[in-house]
């Protein structure tokens, strides 16, 4: 990683100063093991609370006809049925908008015009997801989906998708773009020497040389937004609970809606009660399927990366 | 002869500029400008609306909604708790997640053996980076909220809980962003050092740290907007849902309960009433003054002292 130190007897320095670099090299090792046990304390927390959870309940009740951590029906299908649409909805967006954003600011922007909108995107990527919750809650589900859809609820797993879409078209835009900025300058003035539009050259020959950072962006961006708490816990509705279902148009409960309404009630659900114990199951399946994009998305990166 | 130039070099110019307009490249710029547009046009309206909610709560009531409690009443409730609460929980960040991370990311880049072991921290900080922040939230209350209850430090949900909690959470990013900081810095000024015969540390403190400084501010100041804005982990790890009052102690203040901005934002964004949807959008603004304020320094920081070597 960095220039070796000049050795030899003569340069080994003081005893004073070897005790010195060894101290300190003693608190960095330290300090950087704190990492790996964060990492098994998450891990082990989930792990024995969820095992504790399962014993403490029957398997048809995880089948049961929805989750109502309460009533003891702790439905999978119906949580992560509504974490898939909800990330569907977010993906249908935040794709095309943000791939679409990227191919502009890549390969179409002045550097001026760069220069002011990666800040604004940057902003709107630092604004608070509850924000965007109360947002999706107030304008898009009032305004845009029962606008749309005049027979929609109060409260919608298509108005909460499309909030977490907006909170992930900056990740979306931001990854993708540094991958195709990432595509040598010869590629594109090739195309151009054959007499390419920039249509053509940003489509065929910058996109396809920049899929998997591309891709490793889309992986990303499905894995923050199954992991998205506060848009779904706010826009979603299903606060008590939910029966099974992908209506769109209707309330729903998502892996991380269920946990954010169990902790938010959280006065009477405490120690080893089932609901309780939920949370950690919950926690666990959520940690396992972001786990899973992330490791399948970090695959894409390094493949970006050793591509030139 | 003259003509016939004239006719050859229209007729190249002509074939070099097409035949056609090209329809599907104007179609396909606007498509592109039209989603990049789009996208900033989400933000101004969502800064907008919430202005314009939000504003008149401030003129109506002045300086008084920052400083009185919460309350049940819309027209009594105040954010005083709230920036409080984030202004502990912001300093406990800072104070722990900022050395920690800034420390680990030096091991990594500058005493780390290129090993499996070093493969496997690596690995498993960019993996913790990805873990969704309501699971932090978990750890919260599992281990902090666990271990001060054990310690008797009043039920465990207290602010120090909720600070850990944040700082582990935005630990992964700071050691990602300095690590990368650390790494950009040249070799020639690494070997210079060496040159002169300092040791590992004195190059790392006097030569490597000042120079990847403005990108380690950066980070770290990015990751703070982040871990002030977060509204789901202390939802788990302890923080209150509504009003609650302390006898106001120095001790009430680190073992009693406490909220933070976006838990405000979140209760008073369920409640039912009209008049709270005001009070949500003004606590908005308070809560986008801290972050955008964060953002915008960290912003300027790097086109500041951005330099390539």
């Known amino acids: ?308 | 002869m003259s003509t016939t130039q004239a006719v050859t070099s229209a007729t190249v110019a002509r074939s070099l500029r097409g035949k056609r307009v090209d329809v599907v490249g104007y179609v396909f710029t606007a498509v592109l400008l039209f989603s990049l547009l789009f996208t900033l046009a989400i933000l101004a309206v969502l800064v907008g609306d919430q202005l314009q909610r939000g504003v008149p709560v401030f003129l109506e009531r002045g300086g008084d909604f920052l400083t009185s409690p919460l309350s049940s009443r819309p027209d009594r409730a105040g954010v005083i708790q709230g920036i409080v609460g984030t202004a502990m929980l912001g300093v406990m960040v800072a104070l722990l997640a900022f050395p920690v991370g800034i420390l680990t990311a030096v091991y990594l880049e500058e005493y780390a053996p290129a090993n499996a072991v070093t493969r496997f921290i690596d690995v498993n900080i960019r993996n913790l980076a990805g873990v969704p922040s309501v699971v932090y939230g978990l750890l919260g209350l599992a281990a902090f909220v666990g271990f001060f209850s054990a310690l008797g430090v009043g039920n465990g949900r207290n602010v120090l809980s909720g600070g850990l909690t944040l700082a582990v959470l935005i630990l992964p990013l700071v050691i990602i962003t300095s690590a990368e900081a650390i790494r950009a810095v040249p070799n020639t000024i690494r070997e210079a050092g060496y040159g002169i015969g300092a040791s590992r540390w004195q190059v790392v403190r006097r030569l490597v740290l000042p120079s990847a400084a403005p990108g380690i501010l950066t980070g770290t100041v990015l990751a703070l907007s982040r871990a002030l804005g977060e509204t789901a982990p202390l939802i788990l790890a302890g923080a209150v849902l509504g009003s609650f009052s302390t006898a106001g102690g120095i001790d009430d203040l680190f073992a009693g309960p406490y909220t933070a901005l976006p838990m405000i934002v979140f209760d008073w964004a369920r409640k039912p009433q009209e008049e709270f949807r005001a009070l949500t959008s003004a606590a908005i603004l308070v809560l986008l003054a801290v972050t955008i304020l964060a953002n915008a320094v960290a912003i300027f920081l790097r086109n500041r002292y951005d330099r390539t070597w």
């Open chain 1, 1 to 308: 990683m960095t220039a070796a130190a000049p050795s030899g007897s003569r340069l080994r320095g003081t005893p004073a100063r070897r005790r010195n670099e060894g101290a300190v090299k003693g608190v960095l090792v330290a300090v950087s093991g704190l990492s790996v046990l964060v990492s098994a304390g998450i891990v082990l927390s989930l792990i024995f609370e969820a095992i504790q959870f399962l014993g403490s309940i029957e398997l048809p009740q995880l089948f049961a006809d929805g989750w109502f951590p309460r009533r003891g029906m702790f439905s999978i299908p119906t949580v992560v049925g509504g974490s898939i649409m909800v990330t569907l909805i977010a993906m249908a967006v935040a794709a095309p908008i943000g791939l679409a954003s990227a191919i502009y600011l890549a390969e179409y922007a002045r550097p001026r015009t760069r220069k002011i909108v990666k800040p604004m995107l940057e902003i709107l990527a630092g604004i608070p997801s509850v924000v965007l919750g109360f947002f999706a809650l107030t304008i898009i589900n009032p305004v845009v989906v029962r606008g749309l859809f005049p027979d929609a609820k109060a409260s919608t797993l298509l108005a909460a998708g499309l909030g977490v879409g907006i909170l992930i078209i900056p990740l979306v835009a931001s990854v993708s773009e540094d991958a195709m900025r990432a595509v040598p300058q010869s590629l594109r003035e090739a195309s151009y020497g054959l007499g390419a539009r920039r249509i053509t050259t940003s489509l065929r020959v910058v996109l396809p040389a920049a899929v998997s950072g591309v891709v490793a962006a889309l992986i990303l961006a499905a894995s923050r937004a199954v992991g998205e708490t506060m848009i779904v816990a706010l826009a979603a509705g299903a606060t008590a609970g939910s029966l099974f279902t992908l209506d769109p148009l209707g309330p729903g409960q998502t892996l991380t809606g269920a946990m954010a309404s169990l902790a938010a009630g959280s006065d009477n659900v405490t120690g080893d009660s089932s609901a309780f114990l939920s949370l950690f199951f919950l926690g666990f399946l959520l940690f396992v399927i972001t786990l899973g994009l992330n490791l399948l998305g970090d695959v894409f990166v390094r493949r970006t990366r050793q591509r030139y």
